[in-house]
């Protein structure tokens, strides 16, 4: 194991006079700030993706409204929007930068995706976009819908049997099998999910009762997808989601940038040169960070600043963009062993594609240790009330990577404002999480709180 190779060296030679890395590997929490960034306009013109294809996805999820209106009652109110909160978090913000032992200057927001409706995570935009863009494909094609119709009709007897002639399939660490399970079984399509050992026993549940075959695995997610992907290509009529590489996936996420625009306008928050806007997205495989991150990128530009968050036990995407080898290297190659309390970030390879079209946009990507995870969630449900499972709270410390003691922004050669910053985490998980399991996450965070800082 010790003199296996990747990317043409050993763990060793990796390691030799790269102190980065070796706090990586010693699973400390750490910042990097990518030194490969270039100017939107530069940017994209290596990306393959554009506004297009964001506002396609779009007006597709605008078609479904009435559809996801008639069968999800809770989102009736809403006209079938899956939309989330989001709102100032200053009594958070207090007590975090005194837990740090700094001053964190700006605004800090929450984007409440753990508040989604039908499965109250951020899986809710694309895992739910990829099943519906899929439901209207063969619907189209069966001549059973035509663009202009109502959606609604998708709810009755002869599409759902339709539907039930086709399969699903999909590798996951819980939230993504919770999306496309909850949808897909809605639709009448036969659904089987993978789910790799980090995977929650009540989510495992949740599924079951919905009729939706779920398939478990003592191993990670890498294996759980592959295994899920060679089940499929033996059914013809399976289609097999794949996290890892898809676009429409992606494109389900990037959808949220302008409706976080539409949310930040109301509140009167202007993001431009003087008031500048970080973003920091908990990232497992990276298309649901990528795909948001990718959708601000195209409305604020040079304007946004996106960092990826990952546990110390995770460190995928960090790994894959820091060494160029991208999902040619997993944490485990590193020795690092992949087992974290942020299940949903529970991931030792990246998404190859996010890392690559992502790289010359990404502003870093730091790691949060488990106890600061938990002990987030301590504080967030003591100040603010809100109740977010552990993966949802990578986000929290990036202010302090920014605006702390020599953070991201003082070194920034733009000379980026910090007092007219505007800093947004994005929680990604927790609305659904069981009472009794939420109670056991706190406790735990409130008992690190009361032993202090690691
Ligand atoms: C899946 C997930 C993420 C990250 O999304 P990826 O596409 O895997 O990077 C973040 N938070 C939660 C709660 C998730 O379930």
Redesign the pocket.
Known sequence: MADMRFGGKTVQEWLAGDALLKDVVDLKEVSWFNSDTVPFEEAIQTISLSETDVADASARLERFRPYIAKVFPETAKVGGLIESPLQPVPAFQKVLGKFHGTKLSGRLFAKLDSHLPISG???ARGGIYEVLKHAEGLALQAGLLSVDDDYGTLANDACRRFFNTQAISVGST???GLSIGIMGAQLGFRVSVHMSADARQWKKELLRSKGVNVVEYASDYSLAVAEGRRQAEKDPSCFFMD?ENSVSLFLGYAVAAQRLKGQLDALGVAVNEEYPLFVYL????????GGVAFGLKLIFQDHVHCIFAEPTHSPAMLLGMYTGLHDAVSVQNFGIDNVTAAD??A?GRPSGFVGRMMLPLLDGVYTVSDENLYRYLAMMADTEGIWL?P??LAGAPGIVRGVGANGYLNKLSSGVQTDTATHLMWC??GSMVPEDEMLAYYRKGSALLELGIA
Not at 282 to 287: A, F, L, N
Request: charged letters at 15%; glycine letters at 30%; aromatic letters at 0%.
């Open positions: 995570s951020i899986k819980g939230n993504l996290d908990p990232c497992g495989v990276g298309g649901g960070p949903g970030l991931v499972e993966s949802a990604t998980g």
